[in-house]
């Protein structure tokens, strides 16, 4: 049985159980990219896999996401967050984007 939708960027579709643990692991490491309570370490790593690393990739395969729209919703919630007070990501991890 499908459980209610868990959405990610505004889909309305049901999703299997391994989708639903694909979206909240990209949905988690959005919520540590841009929590400024978390420590650096978390922030960076959790940047650095939200940047379109391999992992990225294959979670939003799992969840059946473009990971091209993830990436894109990312850096609109991480600009708002640098709207609020956020402190910006050091140069190397600006330039180390692709």
Sequence with gaps: MKKPPVSLLGSPK????????????????????????????????????LAGSPMLRQ??????????????RCLIQELAGLAFG???????QVAARP
Excluded: N
């Design 59 to 72: 979670w939003c395969h799992v969840a059946g996401l473009d990971p091209g729209l993830v990436r894109a």
């Design 86 to 92: 956020m402190p910006e990501p050091d140069s190397e």
């Design 14 to 49: 049901a999703l299997d159980a391994h989708q639903e643990l694909a979206v909240a692991v990209i949905r988690q490491a959005l919520l540590d990219a841009t929590d400024p309570g978390a420590s650096e370490g978390l922030r960076s790593g959790a940047r650095a896999f």
